[in-house]
């Protein structure tokens, strides 16, 4: 049984921080893909960063870049998004997303991150 748990979220003021945590059960992260994705309210969900087995390679959507940084680690099978300077735009309720390959079969509950 596969399982991804999300937890970090909450209520910051512009210029803040937060780190989003993504807990995987089931397969190894090292040998997957795993994503980070948003969703606002009354918008389509937004794709925000991914990384790759087997070498950890990363990659950030524009609207984020140099602000968010995903990274694993591989013993505690947990990915990360690191956030900072927030923006009330970054809004949104996010998830974590996992996979074989992009097609991102497993998604997490989310965890909302509210930036006001």
């Known amino acids: 049984h596969v399982q991804l748990v999300e937890s970090g979220g909450g209520s910051v003021q512009p210029g803040g921080s937060l780190r989003l945590a993504c807990e995987v059960s089931?397969?190894?992260?090292?040998?997957?893909?795993v994503g980070w994705f948003r969703q606002a309210t009354g918008k389509e969900r937004e794709w925000i960063a991914s990384?790759?087995?087997?070498?950890?390679?990363?990659f950030a959507a524009d609207s984020v870049k140099g602000r968010f940084t995903i990274s694993r680690d591989n013993a505690k099978n947990t990915v990360s998004l690191q956030m900072s300077n927030l923006k009330p735009e970054d809004t949104a309720r996010y998830y974590c997303?996992?996979?074989?390959?992009?097609?991102?079969?497993?998604w997490g509950q989310g965890t909302q991150v509210t930036v006001s």
């Open positions: 997303a996992a996979g074989v390959s992009t097609n991102f079969g497993y």
């Open positions: 089931g397969f190894p992260i090292d040998k997957s893909c």
């Open positions: 990384i790759y087995r087997p070498g950890g390679n990363t």
